[in-house]
Antibody, heavy 121, light 108 residues
């Protein structure tokens, strides 16, 4: 069965960096686009970034552009999110999610349980 | 950026009743709209994709309709496990992918 397991979250000071990971299993990882989606405490869902199945294309929300970097290692079946220059408004639960299509269609059929990021001094 | 507006913010209903949730887009998204269900402490779950297609394993009481700018998620007869928050999401014009603000379906 499809499993996505995020890790790497924690409490960090403003301006610091953090690296999130998402380990995938139960499907052909290198055939699917992958996304990060976040949810601030008590708030709705916000799409953060996408990476194409082969890593050839990456897109970001304006709110994170220039600070966040999405990447993947298909040999390790792992998705990453490097977060630099953390701000209080980055505090959220970060989900990795599989794109629904073989390719990248822009909707999400499987989600991990998320990893929490808290930015606080 | 396409803005999705969901209404109502909260829907108070009893088990067995019909739920009708609305999602309106700031510009046409064709039929490229999805619906997700999220329960407290859980990840979202895909219910409907491309406006009217049920995702794998989703019960038939969930249905989606609409195109262009106006969409509806209908739950024909609420089961106790259906009380949750529902989000719509568009993929017609992206990036960015955008979500609506959510509708909470609560027990009356």
């Amino acid at each position: 069965q499809v499993q996505l397991v995020e890790s790497g979250g924690g409490v960090v000071q403003p301006g610091r960096s953090l690296s999130l990971s998402c380990a995938a299993s139960g499907f052909t990882f290198n055939s699917y686009g992958m996304h990060w989606v976040r949810q601030a405490p008590g708030k709705g869902l916000e799409w953060v970034a996408v990476i194409w199945f082969d890593g050839s294309k990456k897109y970001y929300a304006d709110s994170v552009k220039g600070r966040f970097t999405i990447s993947r290692d298909n040999s390790k079946k792992t998705l990453y999110l490097q977060i630099n220059g953390l701000r209080a408004e980055d505090t959220a639960l970060y989900y990795c999610a599989r794109d629904r299509g073989v390719g990248t269609l822009g909707s999400f059929d499987y989600w991990g349980l998320g990893t929490p990021v808290t930015v606080s001094s | 950026e396409i803005v999705l507006t969901q209404s109502p913010a909260t829907l108070s209903l009893s088990p067995g009743e019909r739920a009708t949730l609305s999602c309106r887009a700031s510009q046409s998204v064709s039929n490229y709209l999805a619906w997700y269900q999220q329960k407290p402490g859980q990840a979202p779950r895909l219910l409907i994709y491309d406006a009217s297609n049920r995702a794998t394993g989703i019960p038939a009481r969930f249905s989606g309709s609409g195109s262009g700018t106006d969409f509806t998620l209908t739950i024909s007869s609420l089961e106790p496990e259906d009380f949750a928050v529902y989000y719509c999401q568009q993929r017609n014009n992206w990036p960015p992918l955008t979500f609506g603000g959510g509708t909470k379906v609560e027990i009356k």
